[in-house]
């Protein structure tokens, strides 16, 4: 399923995404890509802590803007991360977005922010 990610705080389109939902397809994420291409929304399992929101950056080639919502979908937290790094966020996820670096700073997403997700066929 594609899925377009909407700031509705700021009205501003943060791309087109695939959705993770399966433990392989988060495992997998976006390792061994030579490039993004449409960015990625994991749906992580559960009530999660901070710690079991982290996500590492091994075997991805380029870097990522990540934005962290909780099950609201608000902004929790945002960074732009290298390839071969980890990242814990301020507060526990629910979704995790990856998208091309710059996409945080183009769409003006700050903590606090709503996000939506907009099926693309809709």
């Known amino acids: 399923m594609e899925l377009i990610v909407i700031n509705r705080n700021k009205g501003t389109e943060l791309g087109e995404c695939e959705v993770a939902d399966t433990f ?3 495992l ?19 009530a999660r802590s901070r710690s079991g929101s982290t996500i590492h950056m091994f075997f991805v080639r380029f870097p990522l803007d990540i934005v962290f919502t909780d099950s609201d979908k608000n902004v929790v937290d945002t960074v732009s991360i290298n390839p071969w790094k980890t990242y814990t966020p301020k507060k526990p ?4 977005i990856e998208m091309e670096k710059g996409t945080i700073k183009n769409s003006k997403t700050e903590i606090g922010d ?3 997700f907009v099926c693309k066929n809709a």
Request: no cysteine.
């Open 28 to 46: 997998r994420g976006t390792m061994f890509k030579k490039k993004l291409g449409k960015g990625l929304i994991l749906k992580l399992p559960g």
């Open 114 to 116: 709503k996000i939506d």
């Open 93 to 96: 996820a629910k979704y995790v």
């Open 24 to 26: 392989f397809s988060r």
